[in-house]
């Protein structure tokens, strides 16, 4: 090969490794014309939404979140009748498994398989959206990058220590959580702050999020392109 690419650093060095050609990252990314501006503004002034899109995949489970809701439910339960934990996809056909006798039991709901278009949409609309992460290195969920425009606080738990974490750090989209207590915590936090204002005050660094947009990348791609055939 002339040029190869691949979707994260850490990936792009163990291919330098093994390769004389040189390795590039493109990142997955989002399309910003399939997001409705609009479905931001319908934020839930009733029910404090957090929506999980998508399976449970590379050793990712949701335990570590769910135990933080025991705990919110045990803290201050007054507060987390509030709760709407929606999962759509395949990972609500497998959610009932996780959450057989818990005390979150009742904050949680499947919501089944939705078109693409639907789920950017139950992604803006919510309070909350969830990310399951996990240590593989070098690894990111596409998912991740759909949060990233969505416009809600992104949760992701545990963390990768990685590439996943920096992103969310860097683009300052939400926050990462390693155990059941900050995942508790930070819910409890953003419960009060909803309470007085339903979106979430979020300091995004936009600059930083549009590099993932589809046109960047494109853009990318083509710089790439251009210096091979000259």
């Known amino acids: ?3 190869i690419t ?27 014309a399939l997001f409705n501006p609009s479905a931001k503004l319908n934020k839930s002034r009733k ?24 705990l919110l439910v045990s803290r201050d339960s007054e507060l987390s009748l509030f709760i709407e934990t929606w999962f759509y996809g395949k990972s609500s056909d497998c959610i009932g498994s996780y959450i057989t006798e818990r ?7 499947s919501g089944g398989y939705l078109s693409h278009g639907d789920c950017l949409r139950k992604q ?10 996990h240590r593989s290195k070098g690894i990111v ?30 683009t300052k989209t939400g926050v990462v959580c390693r155990d059941k207590e900050e995942v508790c ?4 936090r953003w419960l009060k702050e909803w309470k007085t204002n339903p979106s979430l005050k979020l300091s995004t660094d936009k600059d930083l999020v549009s ?20």
């Open 1 to 3: 090969a002339s040029l």
């Open 6 to 32: 691949t979707v994260s650093e850490p990936l792009a060095e163990k291919l330098q490794q093994r390769n004389t050609a040189p390795v590039k990252v493109l990142m997955n990314g989002y399309d910003p």
């Open 47 to 70: 029910s404090f939404r957090i929506v999980y899109c998508g399976g449970f995949f590379g050793g990712g489970d949701p335990t570590i979140f769910l135990d933080g809701l025991d």
């Open 103 to 109: 005390p979150c039991k009742a904050l949680i709901k």
């Open 124 to 133: 803006a609309e919510a309070q909350v959206v969830f990310l399951v992460s």
């Open 141 to 170: 969920t596409g998912k991740l990058f759909e949060y990233l425009n969505s416009g809600s606080p992104i949760l992701s738990v545990p963390g990768d220590d990685d590439i996943t974490d920096r992103i969310i750090e860097e």
């Open 185 to 188: 915590e930070q819910l409890l």
């Open 211 to 230: 590099r993932y947009s589809r046109k960047e990348q494109t853009g990318e791609l083509a710089s790439m392109l251009d210096k091979l055939v000259r």
